[in-house]
């Protein structure tokens, strides 16, 4: 059977197929990150930038089986998010803005 919608217009079948690559895409890059959050966690620690559960620290991350934060490690990783932060936004700022002369 021929589709008879108009040009430029989405069939029923269409937005089927679109809506489960994206169910299907966000399970998979949930999986990816869940992965890749152990992978991170276990590199935290091996490098003690992270707290082990055994040292019982002030901040635990989520997911992390009792890993941390103690509070200077935590003061260093507030810094440096709002370093980062600062740091885009300038960038962003100074980017030249299309369209104006």
Do not use: C, K, N
């Not at 966000?26 to 991170?40: D, I, N, Y």
């Amino acid at each position: 059977m021929v589709d008879q919608s108009t040009p430029g217009r989405s069939s029923q079948d269409d937005l089927f197929a679109l809506v489960t690559a994206g169910v299907l895409g966000f399970g998979a890059l949930a999986a990816a990150a869940a992965m890749l959050w152990t992978e991170t966690v276990a590199w935290l620690l091996a490098h003690s930038i992270l707290l082990p559960a055994q040292r019982h620290p002030p901040i635990v991350l989520p997911y992390s089986a009792g890993a941390g934060l103690d509070l200077p490690r935590a003061a260093v990783a507030v810094y440096v998010l709002v370093m980062l932060i600062a740091v885009v936004t300038r960038a962003v700022a100074r980017r030249p803005r299309r369209g104006t002369t």
